[in-house]
């Protein structure tokens, strides 16, 4: 067994890593670029959202607020006629505070890094070989990166292609959690 303390610069390297090949990938790869399409009637659909006064947040289009009202005829009427949507509004120009969004990325990877050192602590001990540090290692990051983001796909309809890059991109993610584990694995 490896205690989580004693892994705490492979922790901090990995977490440094997939910050960093994340930003590669999202400002120079640019295989994401279509994983959002445009309204059609763009300014038409900001103006009327506007109109809304709709705050940060996720909405549903219609939203049933229980099961009874989910049963109910005008709930029925309204889904039948669509559209149907879930909604996610941003504070106005996100891209100007995206440093705190940046901060809460790195602490995810280092949670990310905490709960796979955790895992991998209890099932190898000192001395382990490097491929089965970065077999077990990657096994474990790829959950944590990846896997849940398949209930975008199966519950919010993000749709399964732009799901699997982002999946790509915890396998990315991932193997280089393994790597650096690997490498650095007391």
Sequence with gaps: MVSVLSLWLPILVAAVLVFLASSVIHMF???HAGDRRAVPDEDGVMDALRGCGLGPGNYSIPHAGSMEVMK??????????GPSAFLTVLPPNPQARMGRQLVQWFVYCVV?????AFVC???LGPGAEYMAVFRIVSAVAFMGYAVALAQDAIWSFQG?????RSM???LVYALLTGGAFGWLWP
């Design 160 to 164: 399964w292609a732009a799901t699997a």
């Design 112 to 116: 990310v890094g905490l709960i796979t």
């Design 29 to 31: 790869l640019g295989y």
């Design 72 to 81: 109910s005829e005008e709930f029925q009427e309204k889904a039948r006629r």
């Design 121 to 123: 602590g209890m099932a």
């Design 168 to 170: 790509f991109d915890g």
